[in-house]
Every structure is written in structure tokens, then in C-alpha cells.
Nanobody
């Protein structure tokens, strides 16, 4: 089992920045991919960014150039630096860990972009 604890959400004005953190505990050895998904009201959950154990990354087209995912393997933590935030980035952001055929999810953290 893997436990994920997220932090860093909140309210920010358009154009602002936030950094999300996700700390993993438990069967860390089984994790290969870590990533962030988001779900806005009335919409499906979507992939925002993902990083492999080796540091390879993928991003949703809507966040490329604005968001950066990074991973500290020593701390078992993944980060999402979000810059130039837009109102359409408003959603609940979920941390995800994937490995050995299993998916684990954090509890979610609300990000609201509004003036």
C-alpha cells in the first residue's frame, strides 16, 4: 500500500503561482510514475502532468509552459509548480502514484483561481 498526502492548494488571483506537494509513504519501491490529475465541477478527471522515476515528464497541452512537475526521490515527494494560473485551472488536484499495476490517490487539494 501507498499513502499520498497533498498540500499547497488555495486561492490565487489570475496570473499568480502556487506549488503543490505530494509526499508518499508505504511501499515506495513499487512506485514508478507519480503525477497530478485535476477535476473541475461537472468535468472528468484529467491528467495534468506525470513524471517517471527516471525523471521523464509529460504534460497536458493546456498547462505546457506554465506548470512544472518535479520529483525528489530521496524525500518520496513530487511537486507541481503552477505559474501564470488561469481561472480555467480551478479544480481539485489529486496526486497519483502508479506502479506494479496499482494506482494510488491522494485526498485532493482545491485550487481556485479567481479575482
Amino acid at each position: 500500500q501507498v499513502q499520498l498526502v497533498e498540500s499547497g492548494g488555495g486561492l490565487v488571483q489570475p496570473g499568480g503561482s502556487l506549488r503543490l506537494s505530494c509526499a508518499a509513504a508505504g511501499s515506495i519501491f513499487s512506485i514508478y510514475f507519480m503525477g497530478w490529475y485535476r477535476q473541475a465541477p461537472g468535468k472528468q478527471r484529467e491528467l495534468v502532468a506525470q513524471i517517471s522515476r527516471g525523471g521523464n515528464t509529460i504534460y497536458a497541452d493546456s498547462v505546457k509552459g506554465r506548470f512544472t512537475i518535479s520529483r525528489d526521490n530521496a524525500k518520496n515527494t513530487v511537486y507541481l509548480q503552477m505559474n501564470s494560473l488561469k481561472p480555467e485551472d480551478t479544480a481539485v488536484y489529486y496526486c497519483n502514484a502508479h506502479g506494479l499495476g496499482s494506482d494510488y490517490w491522494g485526498q485532493g487539494t482545491q485550487v481556485t483561481v479567481s479575482s
